[in-house]
C-alpha cells in the first residue's frame, strides 16, 4: 500500500506561472483535504473534498483551485504563483471526514518556492 | 469558529524529565480532539486521540471541557520523542468536515 502519494516533491516556480500538485490515495478515502505548513502558523486547511464530484473551501483557498474526479485523485492548482506560496503542502486522507473514527493519513510533502 | 491555540513554539527539556505539551480550544459544538506528530523526516501521523483515552508511546491526553483543554503528558521524556507536535480539533457540521490545527509545539529532548 503506497497510501497518500503526493508529486513533486520539490518544486520552484517563478511568480505568475501556474502548476498543479498531485495527490493520489489507494485506500478508497472518501475525505481528501489539502494544507499548506508555514513556520510559526501551524497547518492551514486550503480546500477539502469529502467524496468524487465534492469539493469545500478551508481557511486559506484563495489562489488555489480543485477538483475531485475520482475517488484516488485530489490535485491542487495554483493558477498564477505568488511568492506568498512558497510554502510546503500536505495532502491528507481519511475514510470519512475528520472525526474520531477516522484520523488522517499525510502525504510527504512538496516543498514549493516561488520567486 | 474553532480555533486551537498551542501557546509553546518550542518546549525544551532533559530526558527523564516530565513533558508537558499545552493545547487550548474554542469550539461551540461537541469537541473532538487528536494530537498529531511529525518526526524528523517522517510524514505527520496521528498519536492520540481524545476518545479512546489511549496511551501511545507513553504519552496520554485528558480532555478537560472546564478549561477546554487538551494537555499531551508523559512522564519521562525520551531522546526519541523530539518532533513537532500538533494539536488538532475536527469539526463537522452536515457535510461540511474540517480538522483546525494548532500552530504547533517542537519538543527537544536533550541528555
Redesign the interface.
Known amino acids: 500500500n503506497a497510501g497518500v502519494t503526493q508529486t513533486p516533491k520539490f518544486q520552484v516556480l517563478k511568480t505568475g506561472q501556474s502548476m498543479t500538485l498531485q495527490c493520489a490515495q489507494d485506500m478508497n478515502h472518501e475525505?481528501m483535504?489539502w494544507?499548506r505548513q508555514d513556520p510559526?502558523?501551524?497547518?492551514?486547511?486550503i480546500h477539502?473534498s469529502?467524496g468524487a464530484g465534492?469539493t469545500?473551501q478551508?481557511?486559506v483557498p484563495n489562489g488555489y483551485n480543485v477538483s475531485r474526479s475520482t475517488t484516488e485523485d485530489f490535485p491542487l492548482r495554483l493558477l498564477s504563483a505568488a511568492p506568498s506560496q512558497t510554502s510546503v503542502y500536505?495532502c491528507?486522507s481519511s475514510p470519512t471526514?475528520?472525526?474520531?473514527n477516522s484520523?488522517?493519513h499525510?502525504?510527504?510533502?512538496t516543498r514549493l518556492t516561488v520567486t | 469558529a474553532q480555533r486551537v491555540t498551542?501557546p509553546e513554539?518550542l518546549l525544551s527539556v532533559f530526558k527523564g524529565a516530565p513533558v508537558e505539551l499545552k493545547c487550548n480550544y474554542s469550539y461551540s459544538g461537541s469537541p473532538?480532539l487528536?494530537w498529531?506528530v511529525q518526526y524528523s523526516r517522517q510524514?505527520?501521523?496521528?498519536l492520540l486521540?481524545?476518545?479512546?483515552r489511549e496511551s501511545i508511546k507513553g504519552f496520554t491526553a485528558d480532555l478537560n471541557k472546564g478549561e477546554t483543554s487538551f494537555h499531551l503528558k508523559k512522564p519521562f521524556a525520551q531522546e526519541e520523542d523530539s518532533a513537532m507536535y500538533?494539536c488538532a480539533l475536527?469539526?463537522?457540521r452536515g457535510?461540511?468536515?474540517?480538522?483546525?490545527?494548532?500552530?504547533?509545539t517542537r519538543l527537544q529532548v536533550t541528555l
Open positions: 475525505y483535504s494544507y510559526g502558523m501551524g497547518l492551514r486547511l477539502y469529502v465534492i469545500d478551508g481557511e500536505f491528507a471526514g475528520t472525526g474520531r484520523p488522517l499525510f502525504g510527504n510533502g | 498551542q513554539k473532538e487528536f498529531y510524514r505527520l501521523q496521528l486521540r481524545h476518545i479512546s500538533y475536527s469539526s463537522t457535510t461540511a468536515s474540517k480538522l483546525t490545527f494548532g500552530t504547533g
